[in-house]
């Protein structure tokens, strides 16, 4: 394993959208003969118990691959291999992400076309802190249900998990889907009150299918949002108040939820 500073961790994380373990773990590979789980753990400096998710996210990611099983051993691909594999990988998700935009963009210009008939209220929020107040402020507000699709994108939700708590008490339910189910549950589970809750009003599932975030809330406003990968944060965000569209996103959710992971805690 080759040494590295910090700068260069960050660039290989921000260069092919990986996660700090995940770009541990890939240095630690870099330049070894094949390794076990418990070689890459005390290289990488990662929780072993963190590391079978993360290989198994770099196997998907073509960055890696698996030697043998017996013990399992893992190798960092040719740099010139992996640069192929991440490259066609993004180029893949940004078309994803394109084709669920324009598909977002359809469903507008309907909407738009029935404004005739039915009154529609359709917001522009900018800035990162105005678009977390509006969405907590409307989820507080709930009254039966709210949805949530994350994409991959590396927006923290997770740390406002702890204002619905008093939305759960009132007997709101809440499905949320991410795309990281072991690292969003390691956050989830530090909060005591919200334990209670899970696999009952509080249901969470992960898929990676989600290219759009996106929020339905009683099935009446609509949040769709757009990121910023590389700083972490909203761009900025379109809020829907219409019952036809959110029923529509509705049934999009319902969609990705009938294909997630399922974990049970």
Sequence with gaps: MFSYSEKSLRKLM???????????????????????????????????SKCYDVLRSLEAKGLVSHTSLKPLRYQALPVRVAVE????????????????IE????????????????????????????????LMLDILNAKDEVLIAKS???????????RVIDVLKRGVKIKLLVHSIQLFMD??????????YLNNQLQIGSTDLVQQPFSIIDEEITYIFFTDIARREFLFAIRVEDRVFAKQMKTMFELLWGRRLIMQY
């Design 187 to 196: 956050r989830v589970l530090e909060m005591e009150d919200l334990k209670k």
């Design 152 to 162: 991959k994108s590396p927006v923290i939700l997770e740390d406002h998990c702890r």
């Design 103 to 134: 598909d977002v963009g359809r469903e507008l210009e309907m909407m738009l076309r029935n404004m005739d008939s039915r009154r529609v209220e359709a917001q522009l929020l900018k800035d990162s802190r105005v678009i977390f107040q509006s």
């Design 85 to 100: 594999n991440r490259v066609n990988q993004l180029v893949k998700e940004f078309n994803d992400r394109r084709m669920m």
């Design 14 to 48: 921000n260069g092919f959208m990986l996660s700090e373990y995940e770009a541990k773990v890939y240095l630690s590979l870099v330049g070894c003969e094949p390794l076990t789980v418990a070689e890459i753990s005390r290289l990488s400096m990662v929780p072993r």
